[in-house]
């Protein structure tokens, strides 16, 4: 132990006399916790607790780490970790007890110790049993609402991009614009519920049967983009000559949803889940529709959710909603007035029912011996978009408009977008051109990023160790930078790869160095809309290649390196990704072998996904620009062979 005490206290020293920052926990000798982890033969499991140990300094063979010292009987027990604890106590397993008193129907609570956030509302009173922590808090929030509606409406020169949740507070102070949005609502309403009065005979019934759920209903008012087919008309509008109806037909529409309060029901084990296609999976169509030349075309079903019968009453008990206390005060509700629900309403939680899962369905001719597809539909929830020959999918989207109540079909023009997962797709000479410009504008306009950018990142903020001028993380940034963060991964993931490797980092500081991560996030907006109009072009040539580009960025100070990779199916990327490797790599040559073999499982993975879909695809290619990591996979086919 004499070498590490040496280099502990020469290492304190130096920080010392130069005022320099160590990455010393504690003093040689001092009393850490940490935490050893033990499998369990007979649960075949972990088991792990805190033990003490004594702190020897930074370890030699461990990057990051440290090494600490115990006495076990008459031997000593070293480990090398990175999980280390200052203190001789032993740390908190569990919250301390935590008292909340909940008004009848709570929408979000706060508890803390010693803080009090400004970005949260909460109508509880909380308080604690035990305080053992000042820095300690949980917390439960609701989804934030964009401030200042109607003054964004209002300033609104060109159709809204991207959908708005609107304070219901501040609905309710132009109460008078959203009545006919309520209306609407309650008119698509009528035939899931069936209308009495309070203590009626009705009632009287339904309460003597027991088990009856009465839940209350509220509003969630919402701006959305208008119906993909008023945007054929925009370029004929002049927008600030509208009246606010045409305004409100050809440049955003208002929402008022009217859901039931399910969370205020028994918890049950009935999945909640609604599955959707992929982002990948619309890219590969996107291919595949530019290189047969098809057509795009979306549109979605209204009030689906409302077509879904009530489970019989010897599965699902009878379920009462009081309406909304806004329908009364317009005169939309009587003042005693209940409903029976007869359909199913959002928000609440039902059993599963006999469904199908499918959100990728082939068109084929059923009398052909070996059938080749002739179209897809995706769906999304209640979203749908048909990839197939412009006449054939007239013909599905009536049929489809005979089963179902659904906004009129929207066709990709050169003049026309379309709009599906967040993606707006145009259709260009010879395939589509996808981009995000509505998302990017909204951005700007919540972060206003100036002045424009050249590149997403810095080289001196572009690290994923704590730096020296990293501040502790608080959870109002904290908070930022998880937004920040979500909204570069929406771009990163779908039509920016270029900005993955920042969107990654973002990711990573997130809970160690928020303050620099909303930095980087800031600089990568200000690149992002600079280059707004940047995207991806879909122009598919080749047959049935599946090509897949590998990299890697070794770390030679010794921490994890950095893999990166894009998979081409038909000269079109389809799945990219940026992150860090999962172990720490000795040389440029054995990260980009790792690198390597990331990709190929990618490339593997993308094909079974294109064969799932009866498309034809060759096997991966593999294209790496290190000799070295080459050289090292062909010695391992070479035993292999052998």
Known sequence: MWPAAIMTVAMQQRGERLGMLTKLL??????????????????????????????????????????????????????????????????????????????????????????????????????????????????????????????????????????????????????????????????????????????????????????????????????????????????????????????????????????????????????????????EVLRIIIAETSFRAWALGVLDIVAAFLGTPMPPPDQFPPVIVRPPGVLKLRGLAAPRELWLLRRALYGLALPEAEQCDGNVWMLQKVDEQNPEVKGYILVYVDDILLAMPLALMRAVASKLQDTWNTSPLCVASKETPVKFLGLDVVAVDGGFFVTQETYVDELARIHNPHPPAVTPLTRE????????????????????????????????????????????????????????????????????????????????????????????????????????????????PVLWRSARQGLITLSTAESEHIALQEGAVAGFSVRALIQSLLLPVSTPVLHCDSTAALAIQAVAAVARVT
């Open 26 to 279: 504690a003093p040689f000798g001092h009393d850490v916790l940490a935490k050893e982890k033990r499998f369990h033969q007979q649960r075949a499991d972990v088991d792990s607790d805190w033990k003490k140990y004594k702190y020897l300094g930074l370890s030699s063979t461990t990057p990051g780490a440290h090494v600490l010292v115990r006495q076990v009987g008459e031997r000593y027990q070293f480990m090398h970790t990175r999980g280390v604890r200052v203190g001789a106590e032993d740390p908190p397993e569990v919250l301390p007890p935590l008292r909340v008193d909940e008004p009848p129907s709570p929408r979000c609570w706060e508890l803390t110790v010693g803080h009090q956030s400004p970005w949260i509302h909460s109508p509880h009173e909380v308080s604690f049993t035990a305080m053992p922590s000042e820095a300690m808090y949980v917390r439960k929030l609701e989804q934030s609402f964009t401030t200042g509606i109607e003054a964004v409406l209002d300033g609104l020169t060109a159709p809204l991009g991207v959908v708005h949740l609107v304070d219901p507070g501040e609905a309710r102070q132009h109460i008078d614009r959203w009545v006919p949005s309520l209306e609407k609502e309650l008119a698509a309403l009528e035939p899931a519920i069936q209308r009495f009065v309070q203590d009626d005979e009705l009632h009287q019934q339904l309460q003597s049967q027991g088990g009856v759920i009465e839940l209350p209903a509220k509003v969630v008012y919402t701006v959305k983009p208008p119906n993909q087919g008023a945007l054929e008309t925009e370029a004929s509008m002049n927008a600030p000559s509208m009246s606010r109806q045409e305004r409100e037909t050809h440049l955003y529409r208002r929402k008022s949803r009217i859901v039931a309060c399910g969370n205020m029901t028994e918890p049950s084990s009935w999945e909640l889940y609604a599955a959707g296609a992929t982002s």
């Open 461 to 572: 903020e572009c690290s994923f160790e704590l730096i020296s001028s990293d501040v502790p993380p608080t959870p109002e940034l904290t908070l930022e930078c998880q937004q920040r963060a979500g909204e570069l991964l929406w771009l990163s993931q779908r039509s920016r790869p270029d900005i993955a490797f920042t969107s990654a980092l973002v990711s990573s500081l997130s809970t160690r160095a928020p303050a620099r991560a909303i930095r980087v996030a800031q600089r990568a907006l200000r690149y992002v809309v600079s280059t707004r109009s940047s995207g991806i072009l879909f122009v598919s040539h080749s047959e049935d290649s599946l090509d897949v580009y590998t990299d890697a960025s070794f770390a030679p100070e010794g921490t994890k390196s950095h893999t990166g990779y894009a998979v081409f199916y038909r000269n079109v």
